[in-house]
């Protein structure tokens, strides 16, 4: 796509949400939408899932497209900005949400699992961003996904806090080689969230430890980072850019 009339501020914007077929990144599927966003939600594997996300959103009177693509694919992530542009004429906003997490000692890592999560985690947002450079209108904005693992560090979380690491370092330089373009990039690093994929296996006491940890003694909810979305998103988050925002109830 030509840079041509990039300027032109459109109508009804447009908003690429990665992993958009359920929890964090249906809420903020949802979220965009409902502040005026044209959405494209993106999937891997989960069609039904991501299809009751498109259904919400145009029930509620707003307009969505599903675009199945694994982001660790270049080619993949090509055709998925391509349908975006063919629905919708162009993609203002690309969330980075989509991502993966194994968890195992260093030492007890295999290969396939490190290869994986770096496919994903890393190389799908640089996939993801290295589109959106080339291709994102004018004044847009790229809002990537860390995590506040980051910043906690723990045993087991070596390689997916690597990747999310390099995500960071990503977001910080991608932002300073836009310049002239008004778009920002940052990113966003959750701490822990209740949806079903953090629920799943956690007893109820390893829940409520978790739980209190932050000094607001609750776990984060899938609206909780929508908002933070939205915001970095929405005009009033135009000044912020190459910033991490951790939210997550002041964890770390």
């Known amino acids: 796509m030509s840079n041509k009339n990039k300027d032109v501020e459109p109508k009804n914007k447009v908003a690429l949400v990665t992993g958009a077929s359920r929890g964090i990144g249906a809420a903020v599927a949802e979220r965009l939408a409902q502040d005026g966003f044209n959405v494209i939600v993106n999937y891997a594997g989960s069609t039904a899932a991501a299809e009751a996300v498109v259904q919400k959103i145009e ?28 629905a919708f004429g162009g993609v203002d906003v690309l969330v980075n949400n989509a991502g993966i997490m194994a968890l195992s000692n260093i ?14 985690n890393l190389k799908g947002s640089f996939n993801t961003m ?60 959750p701490g822990p969230t209740a949806t079903d994929l953090f629920l ?29 979305v939205a915001f970095l998103a929405g005009p009033d988050g135009g000044w912020i850019n190459g910033q991490v925002l951790r939210a997550n109830g002041g964890l770390i």
Not at 61 to 78: E, I, T, W
């Open 59 to 86: 029930a509620a009177g707003s307009k969505a497209l599903m675009a199945q693509a694994d982001v660790a694919d270049p080619a993949a992530v090509r055709r998925m900005f391509d349908a975006a542009e063919q």
């Open 107 to 120: 030492a007890a890592t295999d290969d396939a699992s490190f290869d994986r999560q770096v496919s994903v």
């Open 130 to 189: 290295r589109e959106a450079a080339a291709r994102l209108r004018n004044g847009g904005r790229i809002i990537n996904f860390s995590s506040s693992v980051v910043g906690l560090l723990q045993p087991g979380y070596g390689v997916y806090a690597a990747t999310k690491g390099a995500v960071e370092a990503m977001t910080s330089v991608l932002a300073k080689e836009l310049r002239g373009r008004n778009i920002t990039v940052n990113a966003v690093a």
């Open 200 to 228: 799943t296996g956690k007893s109820p006491e390893l829940i409520d430890k978790l739980a209190k940890m932050a000094p607001l003694e609750r776990l984060g909810k899938p609206a909780d980072i929508a908002d933070a």
